[in-house]
């Protein structure tokens, strides 16, 4: 038994040993801490302490290897805790997967004899020499230096554009954006440093901080916002402050007027057909309405005006070409009411005048009687000691016509009309139509500069390209001198009758302009502006949109015209004007409204009528008609409409009182019963309520009783039930008085 256990501890131990030798090559080997764990736990036994031997210092038998040194009991581990069958499996399960792998054992560089070619990576490896890089270190970080200006005051200013960005407000200020944003913070205004915040919280903020916060303006073309490019019509030409030398003669601009079957259009073919006798001129065509004929070797442009609507219609906009009016009257006629209605225009329009007596080959011609009405209307004739040049013409027979020629050229050389032909061209337009294959075509007269193809335009909204040049003769040409006629083609509409043709540099600029006034236009037709009415000038004059009454005047008989315009002259005052700027017998015609619509005047009619056409103009233009039968009437509110440009007095005046006897309690608040201590309550007044000599109240009447009756008014000595508007104070005692506000026109 001894023996048994004596040779069986042997085993155990040398079971043992080779148990645990194993253990000790791995050890050897680096190995994780992971792999000794699982080790342990596969062994599942206790490491024991090992006992000497009996024999001790014996050989230990053939083939045995040395034993690994005894660990000391205090590096025996503590024993783990004994695994689960499954978890032994997967320990070892994984302890076999990693030893089976296979193990690459790497030789050292340096190992082994040298070969007789070097590797093949030194042979591909680049022995040019690198360049050395120094080594930069982190540069020392910036303290911010603040960017301001200090100003007269000694304040610091600091200029930004905005959008204001946090940091860079911190930047101009010296400071850290973390500061600024705890500055937004107790502003309420949450921000990070690439935001941006409003401009005052930027001004309350460098104000804090002690600086003062200035928009920087941008520089014209800076920044991301550009600037808008404005265009503007170049401004015309004045001749006086063009050097001599630049200005040439050009020809005169003469227009024909006078009453209806006066011999106008008859005159002006008389001159054609001269003209076309001397072969200078012909093929004229009528619907030009402006050509130009030679007279020794000078131009002369005559406009041909239909009546003087083209005459009223370039007045109304402005716009004076004429430089000479002819005013035909008929020898056996005399002066008729258009005949005086277009010397008004050509007086208002400051130009030139002459008279052309027409028809003297007649039997009933009586040119003393036409020279005398000229004398009683103020156009004196040169022979007879006065100014203006009268001549005695026949269209039929040619009577006088190269008088009429001679006495035009002469009275243009006295004007000394001249342009400079190299300026910016401008033209007025005479007459416009639209051509079945033309398009809007405009007959024109130049009035400075050489209009040639091709050059770009702007006509009143409207723009266009001088596609071609038709003269009077129906023939093209390549450009026009100053003071010539021509039909112009290549508008982008059709323009209106009086509107200047202005040539700018590039085609782009009319474009825009032409959209711009486009739009003008169109906001302006949203809001119509309001003509001048009697009723509303008041109105009117306070909008600063009239200064002055100015009246167009027709009567039946010339007796009225007399009486009711010495009558309206009568009118005195200092604060607004009364002008009379037509006055004739007759119907209300087309021409009286055109007048009126282009001076912004009202029309008054004394026992006339207004013509159909007329009427619809007037409707068009928005001109105001007055019509009266009575003289007192048509005075009394011109006068009316003149004093309302005063302000009215306002006085008070007392209707009656009422006492408050006690006070009652409604539905909708309080009543005061009341008696009438003298005069009248009317409901439709004014009440104030009197406490002790002091107003406590001024309203209206809301409810005015009797018993239970509503009321208009309450007499004296009668009781009632008073309530006003807004009012339930009330208190016995109270005296309630009734009151109207009386207006009172200022007198002139």
């Known amino acids: 038994m001894p023996s048994k256990s004596s040779s069986s501890k042997p085993r155990k131990t040398s079971d043992d040993k080779v148990v645990e030798e194993p253990a000790s090559v791995e050890s ?9 764990k699982v080790l342990s736990l596969i062994e599942d036994k206790k490491p024991r302490t090992r006992v000497p031997r009996k024999d001790g210092g014996g050989l230990p038998p053939l083939g045995a290897k040395k034993a690994a040194p005894e660990p000391k009991k205090e590096d025996v581990p503590a024993a783990p805790a004994k695994p689960t069958l499954d978890e032994r499996k997967a320990a070892a399960l994984n302890l076999f997967e990693d030893d089976d792998k296979p193990k690459v054992r790497r030789r050292p560089a340096d190992a082994g004899q040298p070969s007789a070619l070097p590797p093949i990576s030194l042979l591909a490896e680049d022995n040019t020499p690198k360049p050395i890089v120094p080594i930069v270190h982190a540069p020392p970080a910036e303290v911010p230096v603040p960017e301001f200006e200090v100003g007269e005051s000694g304040e610091k200013i600091i200029h930004l554009k905005p959008p204001i960005v946090v940091k860079d407000l911190a930047d101009k200020m010296g400071l850290k954006p973390f500061k600024i944003i705890a500055d937004l913070i107790a502003f309420q205004v949450f921000a990070s440093a690439d935001k941006a915040i409003d401009i005052e919280i930027a001004e309350k903020v460098c104000e804090k901080h002690g600086f003062k916060l200035e928009r920087e303006k941008r520089e014209k073309g800076g920044g991301v916002h550009k600037v808008e490019e404005v265009i503007v019509e170049p401004v015309a030409q004045v001749v006086a402050e063009v050097a001599e030398d630049k200005l040439e003669l050009r020809a005169p601009i003469i227009t024909f007027m006078g009453h209806v079957d006066h011999g106008k259009t008859s005159l002006l073919d008389a001159l054609r057909k001269t003209q076309v006798t001397a072969g200078e001129a012909g093929g004229i065509t009528q619907h030009i309405g402006a050509y130009c004929i030679f007279h020794n070797g000078k131009p002369i442009t005559f406009i041909d005006t239909p009546g003087h609507a083209a005459f009223s219609a370039m007045r109304a906009r402005g716009a004076n070409v004429t430089d000479i009016v002819v005013l035909i009257i008929a020898a056996d006629d005399g002066i008729m009411p258009q005949t005086k209605e277009a010397l008004s225009h050509a007086k208002a329009a400051g130009v030139q005048l002459m008279v052309a007596i027409n028809k003297c080959d007649l039997p009933t011609a009586n040119v003393l009687r036409v020279k005398s009405q000229l004398q009683d209307i103020g156009l004196a004739p040169v022979d007879w000691g006065g100014e203006i040049e009268c001549m005695e013409v026949s269209a039929k027979s040619g009577l006088g016509l190269d008088n009429l020629l001679e006495t035009m050229s002469l009275q243009a050389e006295v004007l000394e009309l001249k342009a400079d032909p190299k300026a910016a061209p401008r033209a007025t337009v005479i007459e416009s139509s639209m051509v079945a294959g033309k398009g809007p075509v405009a007959t024109v007269i130049v009035g400075q500069g050489t209009l040639t193809v091709g050059q770009p335009f702007i006509c009143g909204p409207y723009w266009g390209k001088v596609k071609a040049l038709i003269n009077d003769r129906g023939e093209n040409i390549k450009e026009v001198l100053p003071g010539m006629p021509c039909e112009v083609i290549g508008f982008s509409d059709m323009p209106h009758v009086g509107d200047e043709v202005v040539v700018m540099k590039n085609e782009r600029d009319v474009k825009k302009l032409s959209e711009e006034r486009l739009e003008d236009i169109r906001q302006k037709k949203l809001t119509v502006p309001r003509r001048s009415t009697l009723e509303h000038l008041f109105a009117s004059i306070e909008d600063s949109n009239k200064k002055a009454l100015k009246v167009v005047l027709k009567c039946d008989v010339q007796g009225s015209v007399e009486a009711i315009a010495k009558c309206l002259t009568d009118i005195k005052s200092d604060k607004c004007n009364l002008d009379i700027l037509h006055k004739e017998v007759g119907s209300i015609n087309e021409s009286d409204v055109l007048l009126a619509s282009a001076s912004d005047a009202i029309i008054l009619g004394f026992n006339v009528k207004v013509e159909n056409k007329a009427l619809t103009v007037a409707k068009r233009e928005t001109v105001q ?3 009266y039968s009575i003289i007192y009437e048509l005075i009394d509110q011109v006068k009316e409409s003149m004093q309302g440009l005063l302000d009215p007095l306002t006085r008070e005046k007392v209707l009656g009182h009422a006492r408050v006897k006690q006070v009652f309690k409604v539905n909708k608040g309080f009543v005061g019963g009341s008696v009438v201590t003298d005069g009248i ?27 239970q009756d509503e009321v208009n008014e309450v007499r004296n000595g009668l009781e009632c039930g008073i309530k006003l508007n807004g009012f339930s104070d009330y208190e016995e005692n109270d005296v309630i008085e009734c009151y109207e506000l009386e207006k009172i026109a200022q007198t002139l």
């Not at 050897?28 to 000794?36: F, G, Q």
């Not at 002091?694 to 409810?703: I, N």
């Open 625 to 627: 008609v007055k019509l």
């Open 681 to 707: 309550m009317n409901r439709k007044q004014r009440a104030r309520v009197l406490r002790d000599g002091q107003a406590v109240y001024d309203g209206g009447f809301e409810t005015l009783r009797r018993f």
């Open 28 to 36: 050897t080997k680096p190995h994780k801490a992971e792999k000794e």
